[in-house]
């Protein structure tokens, strides 16, 4: 890479991690100011890496072992399928303009991260299940927050995660750098989805609120009940898939870290990543407040 290239890197870089609203003082929530600075935030902070030409790191052999032997690749590259067509149909439900260049931005990164694993998959030679189809969801706004909240969870615990894979060196530098814009991307979406949620909220009729919320309950719901059917090696098209993975990955992957220790690096990675952002943008509190709450039972 050339020294211009590499400025050109580490600027794009930078600026995916790093932005200030341009209007100063309080901005409150549900405001129209509020609504431009969160899809600000995604649109400007857009890293426009291509996925056609990543350079993909020559593996030694041991290394090479390790990535195709993780049974995650089926279902992280139909995740961000289903993701990015789940976006798209509700980016083209909405009339704002603005919103809706956010969340086409939004759906366009998901796209692309398919595609980064795709292109992954194909350099290493990992073979995967015969894709599905991804049909355009009948109801996008439930589909929008199913994407939103499992993002949510998803994120706060690939933070811990790839931290703890790059520690260990379990993959090599090379391959975690190649995949480091990616795991700041996804910190943007739940930034961006925690704040569309409160905006969205807060813009509503009362009368509409009783029945978003039993939604947004029969969201998490099914999110829990996904989560525990990959659990037992069910993933959430009912396909079979290796049951151990979640019991026994984190070790393979990372530090030998204990359930209080992952979450407690958990907890720090996803306050790193949030933290080059405006301080006025809501942050994603749920998972991290339950997080925090699963501490007070788990033993130092």
Same mark, same amino acid.
């Given at each position: 890479?050339?020294?211009?290239?590499?400025?050109?890197?580490?600027?794009?870089?930078?600026? $995916?991690? @790093?932005?200030?609203?341009?209007? /100063?003082?309080?901005?409150?929530?549900?405001?129209?100011?509020?609504?431009q600075m969160f899809c600000r935030m995604l649109l400007d902070t857009?890293?426009?890496?291509?996925?056609?030409?990543?350079?993909?790191?020559?593996?030694?052999?041991?290394?090479?072992?390790?990535?195709?032997?993780?049974?995650?690749?089926? %279902?992280?590259? /139909? #995740?961000?399928?289903?993701?990015?067509?789940?976006?798209?149909?509700?980016?083209? *439900?909405?009339?704002?303009?603005?919103?809706?260049?956010?969340?086409?931005?939004?759906?366009?990164? !998901?796209?692309?991260?398919?595609?980064?694993?795709?292109?992954?998959? !194909?350099?290493?030679? %990992?073979?995967?299940?015969?894709?599905? #189809?991804?049909?355009?969801?009948?109801?996008?706004?439930?589909?929008? $927050?199913?994407?939103?909240?499992? !993002?949510?969870?998803?994120?706060?615990?690939?933070?811990?995660?790839?931290?703890?894979? /790059?520690?260990?060196?379990?993959?090599?530098? !090379?391959?975690?750098? *190649?995949?480091?814009?990616?795991?700041?991307? +996804?910190?943007?979406?739940?930034?961006?989805?925690? @704040?569309?949620?409160?905006?969205?909220?807060? *813009?509503?009729?009362?009368?509409?609120?009783?029945?978003?919320?039993?939604?947004?309950?029969?969201?998490?719901? /099914?999110?829990?009940?996904?989560?525990?059917?990959?659990?037992?090696?069910?993933?959430?098209?009912?396909?079979?898939?290796?049951? @151990?993975?979640?019991?026994?990955?984190?070790?393979? %992957?990372?530090?030998?870290? @204990?359930?209080?220790?992952?979450? +407690?690096?958990?907890?720090?990675?996803?306050? =790193?990543? $949030?933290?080059?952002?405006?301080?006025?943008?809501? =942050?994603?509190?749920f998972v991290p407040r339950m997080a925090r709450f699963a501490l007070?039972?788990?033993?130092?």
């Open positions: 890479m050339t020294d211009t290239l590499q400025e050109e890197h580490a600027a794009a870089d930078h600026a $995916m991690r @790093n932005w200030t609203f341009e209007s /100063q003082g309080p901005v409150r929530i549900g405001s129209d100011a509020h609504k857009h890293n426009p890496y291509k996925p056609a030409v990543i350079d993909w790191p020559a593996l030694k052999p041991a290394e090479l072992r390790r990535l195709t032997s993780l049974p995650i690749w089926d %279902i992280a590259v /139909q #995740t961000e399928g289903r993701a990015s067509i789940r976006v798209a149909t509700y980016a083209a *439900t909405i009339d704002d303009p603005l919103l809706r260049r956010a969340l086409e931005m939004d759906g366009g990164e !998901e796209a692309r991260h398919k595609i980064v694993l795709s292109k992954l998959v !194909e350099a290493y030679g %990992i073979r995967l299940a015969p894709e599905p #189809t991804y049909p355009a969801p009948k109801d996008p706004e439930w589909s929008w $927050m199913m994407t939103g909240f499992s !993002e949510c969870i998803d994120s706060f615990f690939a933070f811990g995660l790839f931290r703890s894979a /790059q520690r260990s060196g379990y993959f090599p530098p !090379e391959l975690v750098d *190649t995949f480091e814009p990616v795991i700041q991307e +996804e910190g943007r979406h739940i930034l961006f989805f925690a @704040n569309w949620y409160a905006w969205y909220w807060r *813009t509503m009729p009362w009368w509409r609120r009783p029945w978003f919320c039993a939604r947004v309950a029969a969201v998490w719901v /099914q999110l829990i009940r996904d989560r525990i059917g990959i659990a037992r090696g069910i993933d959430a098209d009912g396909a079979a898939r290796d049951a @151990n993975f979640p019991a026994t990955g984190t070790a393979d %992957i990372g530090d030998a870290l @204990n359930p209080r220790e992952l979450i +407690e690096l958990c907890l720090v990675e996803n306050d =790193r990543r $949030m933290a080059g952002y405006d301080k006025r943008l809501l =942050r994603p509190m007070r039972f788990l033993k130092k």
